[in-house]
């Protein structure tokens, strides 16, 4: 079974630091691609970053250098550090992965509330 669990987030001033975490179990994020998306009121979910079982990441280009997606393998989590945070990162931030003999077999968290408001 595999379960995908979001914490961390919180309200945030702009100018602000957040870091989420996705504890995993079931899969082995070391070899899994993981990928953060972020879905705000009536706006369509987004794909914010992604690390892959080799290590490289990607970033939607709004978040790009300001948002960090890692893992620690030893407590088999990922982690999204975001800096200098922005109203439009208002959102629920979901931990997603996807079977490893389907992609159309996807794996979510129940979200986590980040709120960036002065």
């Known amino acids: 079974q595999v379960q995908l669990v979001e914490s961390g987030g919180g309200l945030v001033q702009p100018g602000g630091s957040l870091r989420l975490s996705c504890a995993a179990s079931g899969i082995i994020v070391r070899i899994y691609a993981m990928r953060w998306y972020r879905q705000a009121p009536g706006k369509q979910r987004e794909l914010v970053a992604t690390i892959t079982s080799g290590g490289s990441t990607n970033y939607a280009d709004s978040v790009k250098g300001r948002f960090t997606i890692s893992r620690d393998n030893a407590k088999n989590t990922v982690f999204l550090q975001m800096n200098n945070m922005k109203p439009d990162d208002t959102a629920v931030y979901y931990c997603?992965?996807?079977?490893?003999?389907?992609?159309?077999?996807?794996?979510w968290g129940q979200g986590t509330q980040v709120t960036v408001s002065s």
């Open positions: 997603n992965t996807n079977s490893r003999f389907s992609a159309d077999t996807q794996y």
